[in-house]
Nanobody, 123 residues
Framework: QVQLVESGGGLVQPGGSLRLSCAASGFTLDDYVIGWFRQAPGKEREGVSYITSRDGSTYYTESVKGRFTISRDNAKNTVYLQMNSLKPEDTAVYYC????????????????WGQGTQVTVSS
């Protein structure tokens, strides 16, 4: 059974850090582009970052550049999103997703999705 499971979300103060994990079962993450998306209440789902399968190239949306880092541990079949210097506007449900087609931040290209993990940045 193909499954993606996110973890690591929670409540953090502005300026704090969290590390999100995306663990895969039923398939090998290294064969896919893995993306992180987020969706705040009343807003569209937004692409945050992705990491490619072949050379591990990364992409970040402008608002998280220099604060977030995506990485993968193939031995653990897990992708991480290290989030530093968090801001209230980072509050959202964060999803990881897998695409076998293209490296993109367009959600329609992603075949497998996790259930999401809530990140709340508040004092």
């Amino acid at each position: 059974q193909v499954q993606l499971v996110e973890s690591g979300g929670g409540l953090v103060q502005p300026g704090g850090s969290l590390r999100l994990s995306c663990a895969a079962s039923g398939f090998t993450l290294d064969d896919y582009v893995i993306g992180w998306f987020r969706q705040a209440p009343g807003k569209e789902r937004e692409g945050v970052s992705y990491i490619t399968s072949r050379d591990g190239s990364t992409y970040y949306t402008e608002s998280v550049k220099g604060r977030f880092t995506i990485s993968r541990d193939n031995a653990k079949n897990t992708v991480y999103l290290q989030m530093n210097s968090l801001k209230p506007e980072d509050t959202a449900v964060y999803y990881c997703a897998a695409s076998a087609i293209v490296a993109s931040m367009i959600p329609v290209w992603y075949k497998y999705w996790g259930q999401g993990t809530q990140v709340t940045v508040s004092s």
